[in-house]
């Protein structure tokens, strides 16, 4: 029997819910699937980043706000090319990389997100591999 990975990782004041679960399509149930289930809609799944080379297959939440904004992470099925995403209602994500501006580093996740739109998640230095914590703050229009 195989077991599947399946946990909800973040609750907002709504009660809406977010995380990730196993796909039993693939071997050993190693693909996650990110979800967010609401009252109103029940559950349903946050897609990977489209369009990219390794396909992105991999997808998990691990942030919510009250705006229903969901942060999580996207990767190829061999978590080589991963990245820091944020599904605004449950839409497509979008890479924050495509939002960062000059910041250096890669961010290959994002773990938070509070009510200001304030991401917390890792980074990595593309040149030395190492590995930091980031806070990234929209910019204000």
């Known amino acids: 029997?195989?077991?599947?990975?399946?946990?909800?990782?973040?609750?907002?004041?709504?009660?809406?819910?977010?995380?990730?679960?196993?796909?039993?399509?693939?071997v050993e149930g190693d693909v996650l699937h990110a979800f967010m289930w609401t009252r109103e809609d029940g559950i349903r799944q946050l897609r990977p980043l489209p369009n990219r080379t390794p396909p992105h297959v991999d997808s998990e939440a691990y942030g919510i706000n009250e705006a229903r904004q969901v942060v999580g992470v996207s990767c190829d099925v061999d978590q080589?090319?991963?990245r820091g995403v944020i599904w605004d209602h449950g839409n497509t994500p979008t890479d924050l990389n495509d939002l960062?501006?000059?910041?250096?580093?890669?961010?290959t996740n994002a773990r938070g997100i509070?009510?200001?739109?304030?991401?917390?998640?890792?980074a990595v230095d593309p040149n030395t591999s190492a590995?930091?914590?980031?806070?990234?703050v929209p910019l204000s229009p």
Do not use: H, S, W
């Open 131 to 136: 590995l930091t914590a980031y806070l990234a």
């Open 100 to 107: 960062k501006g000059t910041f250096p580093k890669m961010l």
């Open 1 to 26: 029997m195989v077991e599947y990975a399946n946990a909800p990782t973040a609750i907002n004041q709504r009660g809406d819910v977010v995380g990730f679960a196993g796909d039993p399509a693939f």
């Open 114 to 122: 509070n009510n200001k739109g304030e991401i917390t998640g890792r």
């Open 80 to 82: 080589v090319d991963c």
